[in-house]
């Protein structure tokens, strides 16, 4: 007669549970940090991250294939492109959405938002046939410094968090 089996029967012999590593997320718990990957020497990116870059990777020539035929579209390039920078500036820390990683989201908005404004106001001054006016300058002025200004607090976040994981060399 057979025996039925139970979660609580002993491992097979020869196998021994493997001890817990500090910063490893165990089997079956749920971590919003970022996690090692097996033989790798610093931690991954966390998954939020390389679903952001993933996303604003197919939003880029979705936005310049579409931007094309309708003109709006291209606003979904350029909210691609906020999503890989955000998705590239997390924090090394466990609060992974650093002060850095907030500005580049809100920088990558606020372009998002001025360039809308700057293509809406040249829509409307195309089909009224008429002069631009004097505040598509300043949004196309606005949008420009605020993704020159994304790019560079971006490339902050990446060289903070480069920093901070590289090894320390033991004396």
Same mark, same amino acid.
């Given at each position: 007669?057979?025996?039925?089996? &139970?979660?609580?029967?002993?491992?097979?012999?020869?196998?021994?549970?493997?001890?817990?590593?500090?910063?490893?997320?165990?089997?079956?718990?749920?971590?919003?940090?970022?996690?090692? &990957?097996? $033989? =790798?020497?610093?931690?991954?990116?966390?998954? %939020?991250?390389?679903?952001?870059?993933?996303?604003?990777?197919?939003?880029?020539? @979705?936005?310049?294939?579409?931007?094309?035929?309708?003109?709006?579209?291209?606003? @979904?390039?350029? =909210?691609?492109?906020?999503?890989?920078?955000? $998705?590239?500036?997390?924090?090394?820390?466990?609060?992974?959405?650093?002060? %850095? &990683?907030?500005?580049?989201?809100?920088?990558?908005?606020? %372009?998002?938002?001025?360039?809308?404004?700057?293509?809406?106001?040249?829509?409307?001054?195309?089909?009224?046939?008429?002069?631009?006016?004097?505040? @598509?300058?300043?949004?196309?002025?606005?949008?420009? =410094?605020?993704?020159?200004?994304?790019?560079?607090? =971006?490339?902050?976040?990446?060289?903070?968090?480069?920093?901070?994981?590289?090894? @320390?060399?033991?004396?």
């Amino acid at each position: 007669m057979e025996q039925p089996i &139970t979660p609580e029967q002993p491992e097979p012999a020869g196998r021994k549970p493997e001890p817990a590593q500090p910063g490893v997320p165990q089997a079956g718990a749920a971590s919003f940090a970022s996690t090692r &990957t097996p $033989g =790798a020497s610093s931690p991954a990116s966390p998954l %939020w991250s390389r679903r952001l870059i993933l996303i604003g990777a197919v939003c880029i020539p @979705v936005g310049l294939l579409g931007g094309s035929y309708v003109l709006l579209v291209q606003l @979904v390039a350029v =909210a691609g492109i906020a999503m890989i920078a955000m $998705g590239m500036s997390y924090g090394a820390q466990p609060p992974v959405f650093s002060r %850095w &990683t907030r500005g580049v989201g809100a920088l990558g908005a606020l %372009w998002v938002l001025f360039t809308a404004g700057y293509l809406v106001a040249v829509m409307a001054a195309a089909d009224f046939n008429m002069e631009s006016g004097a505040l @598509v300058p300043v949004l196309y002025n606005g949008g420009l =410094a605020c993704v020159i200004a994304m790019a560079v607090v =971006a490339v902050i976040a990446i060289s903070r968090r480069a920093v901070a994981q590289r090894p @320390v060399p033991k004396r």
